[in-house]
């Protein structure tokens, strides 16, 4: 079962794929992960379930700014590096994610790694790092995040594939009471110059009740025991794009993640982190630099296929994750089940939803 | 086939409406339409297919300030007083809607209304006056609406049925390329307290191709001959509520709206103009006047019900415009069809996903 | 005594002003005032004291877009058309001013002016028009102002030297308990490429004991015979620049009235509806139609002089509002007071601040 | 002259301070500094000139949240937990300022201090740190801060007179090109109610030629050879109150820090990160919990004395902070000139500005 993607599985989403259906469709762009797994104590009370995904905007070594948006669609979540962001529409270099409890230590591992590079000029102090809450799976409480493991996240970071469900930051996750994590997609946008938008989640969000795949209310029929009565997880959502887009139309895709979370069932709940970021990696070298420079940029109305995209996007890279990631066991053995694949399938074949054959 | 909204069709929503199903099941919420048609001129070249839609958040004949907060999803439209809005919470009055070209008039005339009734300090300068374009159905560069047509829709607002489809400011209006218009639903929320969550869409906005009803794509199934290649529409979305919410929150619950629209498939498209505000009927009196004064609010994580209510009752009441709007032909005999709500359930029965019986 | 303005009594300023010490200076932009002064009745109860103010951001006949962004400082006030520019950055048009009351009128006169040139794109229907409050000297209740005035302004618009004081806009606006107003001023920024930032204010905020001139608490200096116990004004701000700003580098821009604002003793009352607007007259051509289009834009650090710039002009455009205001009565026979130069200039004089002899 | 505030120089401010003219005017508001001065290498290498600064809302020694806002004047910053006050206006625990390179050391020590005391539900981790880069006179590559750095700042912190100048996080800024740090100030608002305002300022910007003390522009009298060319510090303000305000009436708040800022001459530079935050120490107990609790709140109107006294404050904190920062040497024999008080006295009675001879 294992590998069998959202796709794979006949489950219909709209809109054109890129290649590699992930993030990585975006040329350049690369992704890391550093998966933390460990634990000695028969009680599971030092069980580490986390880890550290970096992702690389660019295919340069050395830090390199892009233009980004960002969308604080619910609060409860911390991402680092905004308010630089909403000043100047700049995003220096690496996006990392990880536990709510490691955002500290993953910074400065950033602040560091950049330091022993020679690139901490002062705006270089400003990383973007994510989080969700894998404190069920996780002895988060234990800080089982090194500073090593955001470099190793960084310095393993590559184009092709991208590995998803319980690995690196999305190690620990729990997503509509299934095992969650990282899951990505991508669509080549409608239109004639076929732009690629690029999604990577990290899914720890929703409540089993409120799962939605293909439009149909599959987390009612398929019920947890002991559902839980409140939504407690969150979700990061990363937009990748090679269109030219200047920082208040990144801002504007960003916003778009919502409606793909929409799809999948969520209502956003309250204390979920839903913080949502998007990048363009064209103007490569001019976003900043002296002297009026030139940057090319989409016009306003250019943008509906992208947003078309993201929306696609997101929602497969959520169900992505679903499918990707594996039944868990950790922190004092709690347990979280993975997605049932086959009978989601079973689920969609019947209302006539399915797009091929499992 | 008049008069059937959704549910009446067999379509599915979840959570519990409340006895109307309308915004006017928040205590005290009046809502009036004035409807503007006329024409004479055989080319239709004057065909007025416009109105003016008054929610009223009180009973009172006076105004009286109820706390609110605003969300712009997409921002090609425009809603007068909200920078008051933004700032102290503060919504000192009716809430209009029009066609576009019409929000001065109906902006003048709320003043001059006030004026009339001694209401101006210098606060109440700022009415709330939402707009979406109905320039293919209505000729609207007539400007055929008028400031009694304003003090009518006020004067006329009342409580119970909330009539829909083609009436007040939803007249002309076009909604995934079927005729659209004025739509309203409600949930009792989940859980002891039983906060009513009511929705009043003036809905405009959407491609055929995108439209999902109950989680299915039925404007794939049900394509019109010459489509849009662009989405020109726009949607405002009005949530009312009994429970008792500061400002702060009732952005949060404005911001749900995006995810109610998301689920009747729009991408909010570039040239929408998807403009959302709630407001708290709670509180009253005590949202002003001097000193500390007592205020009630929920903790926010008992807002988690509000929120699903939002998002489920923005959905149905899209659906329910689309229901209950009959087909038009307007301005230079331009036609638009309603949608064929009897083939909506032959396909929603096809997916084995009809509620009941059509 | 009329026709000096600030500099002209010897009041010191940082920063190089541009020959005209005006908005206009800023290539291409054009300023139109329509003045609305009238009243036959004996007890002035129909006293119109108010008028319209249009900024025409490029010197075309036509509407063309220019990149901008807003701030609201503080929100008791409206400006129309502001979703859109927070969205996608683009002013479409004109710019009006005129009174609270009459925003509607002046808002739609605006969009039948661009019907008539049969400019009226769907966009093209969200038009900026701010205000600030004028009832003290104007009959405001009156409605005085009709959609010809705005014709009339915008048709006026010209380069060259700004009238100040009791004009368009601004004829009835009350500045710190004197005479307030249009006023204007300009800088040519720090560094090589000597941009120019232009800054047009309607000045009607303020209470008598803030006002600082020079840093100088003047207004301590010069009490006000039964001086407001509370600030019921506002001050709209509207800074151009031809440096080649992106829209949210023009918010960053627009941000820095605030900034100007405080220089002259104001703490930005409750009451004071402080909305600022900052545009850029560069890529001319290049901010719509279809792309990828190429822009040229600033580098972030290259803006420090164009913040200093619009701070000092904000500053200075207040001064010259009141300095060029004269005394007026109005409605109910209502006067309010010029602002007494001389004894401002003794003022500064006496604590050695006067850049020289009056 | 070490002790001497701005005031005990006879610097004139407006308004009336509290016992203490210190943030700790508001009841139960505690202050608490870690300073982390070290360093043996004869070439000055590793010399630390660092710390952290505490403030603590409230005097239990359990977390327990508040109403906050905060406000991004210029985003060249860090201030993390941001997004969730944004959202639900709730600030949980202590706010940490440190240098721009060790938020991620500070953030984690205080998950780890609130972990130790069993404070640590899901919400819990996400506290507000912010930063200023000290890296001119400390070794910010070092990383020299550690957790018990934080731990003893949060544990020290304590009512009464706040240390200020080079202390805490303080301990090695620059601001106006002297030498800063930490200041305070407060005010009893205008008006019967005589709410207390008090602010804290971590104070490493501005550039020499723009300092202006009680509205002179004592700067450009007061050179420094090799002046900077550009702005490279940054502000934190964070401001106090005992009256009871709502989350968005403190976002109000925070916004007037900037109108103090002006105050002092700055124009907020590109590089500056300008974050300030509000919070009220009323609703105490009231803000959380279940049900509809009851909450006091002004009314907006009665905002106004508090605005003036947050700008008042957050100008005469940064004097403060200028007026007791001593002369340093630091990183590499940096060293940082004490702006000269009695020059400044000067210039003031020169110029006819002093309250009383110094």
Redesign the interface.
């Known amino acids: 079962m294992t590998g069998r993607r959202a796709r794979d599985w006949g489950i219909p989403f ?1 809109g054109v794929p890129g290649p590699l259906d992930a993030i990585t469709d975006v040329a350049g762009v690369r992704v890391g992960h550093c998966t933390v797994v460990s634990g000695t104590r028969p009680d599971g009370s030092d069980a580490a379930r986390t880890g550290v995904t970096a992702i690389l905007p660019t295919p340069t070594t050395e830090t390199e700014a892009v233009f980004a948006g960002w969308h ?19 995003l220096d270099g690496p996006i990392l994610t990880t536990n ?10 950033v ?2 790694w950049a ?1 022993r590079r020679g690139l ?1 000029p ?2 270089w ?2 990383p973007v790092v994510g ?1 969700t ?1 894998d ?1 069920h799976l996780n002895d988060i ?1 234990g ?1 089982h995040v090194r500073p090593e493991h955001a470099h190793e996240a960084i310095e393993r970071a590559t184009g092709g594939a991208v590995p998803e469900g319980n690995v690196g930051g999305g190690t620990g996750m729990v997503c509509y009471e299934a095992k969650g994590g990282i899951g990505s997609a991508s669509r080549v946008a409608r239109g004639p110059s076929r732009w690629t938008v690029g999604v990577l989640v990290q899914a720890n969000h929703g409540l089993r009740r409120q799962l ?1 795949i ?4 599959v987390g009612a029929e398929l019920p947890v025991p002991a559902a839980e009565p ?3 997880g969150s979700i990061l959502v990363f937009v990748a794009t090679d269109a ?1 887009l ?3 139309q990144l801002r ?1 895709l960003a ?2 993640a ?6 999948s069932g ?6 979920s ?1 839903d ?1 949502f970021l998007a990048f363009s990696t ?1 103007n490569r070298g001019a976003v ?17 296929p992208l ?2 995209s ?2 696609e996007a997101t929602d497969e890279a959520i169900v992505n994750a679903l499918a990707a990631a594996e039944t868990m066991e950790g922190y004092r053995h709690h347990r979280v089940e993975a997605l049932p694949m086959p009978r989601v399938v079973e689920i969609l074949q ?4 399915l797009a091929s054959p499992a």
Chains 1, 2, 3, 4 share one sequence.
Request: hydrophobic letters at 35%; aromatic letters at 4%.
């Open positions: 709209a604080n669609q619910n609060g409860n979540g911390e991402l680092t590096g905004t308010p630089w962001i909403d000043e100047t529409g700049l709510t409890l490691s955002v500290g230590v993953v910074r400065d591992a602040v560091a330091a901490l002062q705006r102090a400003m989080e809450w404190g409480r800080f939605t293909a439009g149909l209310p409140e939504e407690h030219p200047l920082p208040h504007r916003r778009r919502t409606m793909g979370l929409a799809r969520s209502v956003s709940g309250n204390s982190g913080l064209a900043e630099g002296p002297g009026p420079r030139s940057l090319s940029a989409l016009a306003e109305p250019e943008m509906n947003f078309e993201a929306v019947r209302h006539g939803r």
